[in-house]
């Protein structure tokens, strides 16, 4: 839960006993600044099991679990049912120190936080295969606000979401701070783990990239345009957005295709994980009404929208836009359960029109256009 006045928030993975197993890790991970320290401790307060809490920061704690001493490690968590690590990601090794505890020690149960470090730096993928379930905590969701908002509620809020996204320092503060708060976000945490972890020029170039990504959202990138315009080679564009796309900061979406000659499929879009951050990037929080990119806030918040749905309801589908040399276009593509489902997002219904072409290329398919009167069956 996330608390402001006279409201409580709910999170999705608020019961983790849903996902506890004995002798398997639960790994929390996620952007930086979206709770998942305050769901550990809500969670705790709770829980009737007899737990121990430690740090990252904790150097007792990194030196014991980063010692692959067995006899040590036991006597270390001796008694404990449920053994939780906050900010997992700062403790060298953790992934061996967590597979020696859930191999050793029966039935205890353990959960991990942890940053975009976790990927960026591969301490968890190989030591604890077949014995960890990972979840994803995002900026808070559609689904989530559904929770304590009917859906007249939601839509009321739809317009403020569109611009200051939903991390839930933002959402629970004053409006009149959101804006401040959103660019101290940018600037002290969004790109923390890139800089700590990977061989960056700096945060500036990263800033310029993505402010870059910011104004052309909904179109497709040119990787070697991008570079002209802040100075870098392809490659190294290339492994910035591959970093950025890591720490939850940015999205991939590739373009589909049957390899038939009127689709176009080399370029990405990129979008934002939270329209806020994005905003925030090109420091420009005017009101709805105001903006001349209404459309490319509406195409980021559904994206965004559609990935935390995709997530917590455990949506199996692999994501594409879809073009043509003749630019007809649909915007969100999902192969899943062996079919194929196009959506076409369109602030205003006034504006909305399907590809003629889509439907005969993949006259199987199903295309639905997404507005801001029936947005809420896609992301609810």
């Keep these: 839960m ?37 769901l550990l401790q809500n969670y705790l307060s709770q829980t009737k099991l007899k737990y121990k809490l430690d740090s990252g920061d904790n150097l007792q704690t990194q030196q014991i679990l980063s010692s692959q001493n067995f006899s040590q490690i036991l006597d270390y968590l001796e008694g404990y049912e449920l053994y939780a690590i906050d900010e997992a990601q700062k403790i060298p090794n953790v992934g061996l120190g967590l597979k020696i505890i859930v191999d050793q020690i029966p039935d205890i149960k353990v959960i991990a936080t942890g940053s975009s470090s976790f990927e960026l730096s591969g301490q968890i993928g190989e030591p604890l295969t077949g014995r960890k379930k990972t979840l994803t905590l995002y900026p808070f969701s559609q689904i989530e606000l559904a929770k304590i908002n009917n859906p007249f509620e939601l839509k009321n809020l739809l317009s403020e979401l569109l611009i200051y996204g939903s991390y ?39 800033v310029d990239l993505l402010r870059l990504i910011a104004f052309q959202v909904g179109s497709e990138v040119s990787l070697s345009e991008l570079g002209r315009q802040v100075g870098l080679d392809y490659k190294t564009v290339s492994r910035y957005l591959d970093l950025l796309e890591k720490s939850f900061v940015l999205y991939n979406l590739r373009g589909y295709s049957r390899n038939l000659r009127t689709e176009v499929t080399k370029k990405s879009k990129y979008f934002f994980y939270d329209n806020g951050v994005r905003n925030a990037i090109i420091s420009n929080f005017n009101q709805v009404e105001m903006r001349e990119d209404v459309g490319k806030l509406w195409e980021n918040y559904l994206v965004s929208e559609r990935l935390k749905a995709q997530e917590y309801k455990n949506i199996h589908a692999n994501n594409f836009f879809w073009r043509t040399w003749e630019k007809q276009e649909v915007d969100w593509i999902e192969e899943r359960e062996g079919k194929v489902f196009g959506y076409e997002f ?15 290329i993949y006259p199987n398919s199903k295309i639905k256009i997404i507005t801001k009167d029936n947005y809420q069956e896609f992301v609810l």
Aim: net charge positive; glycine share 4%; aromatic share 10%.
């Design 168 to 206: 839930p320092a933002i959402l629970t503060a004053q409006k009149k701070q959101r804006a401040n708060l959103l660019e101290e976000l940018v600037n002290s945490y969004l790109l923390r783990d890139i800089l700590e972890l990977e061989k960056v020029k700096g945060s500036k170039v990263l």
């Design 2 to 38: 996330c608390y402001t006045e006279n409201v409580i928030y709910p999170r999705y993975y608020e019961n983790l006993d849903n996902f506890l197993e004995p002798n398997k890790v639960v790994i929390i991970y996620g952007p930086r600044q979206v709770g998942k320290t305050t």
């Design 346 to 360: 369109k602030y205003s219904q006034n504006k909305a029109k399907v590809p003629s072409n889509f439907k005969k």
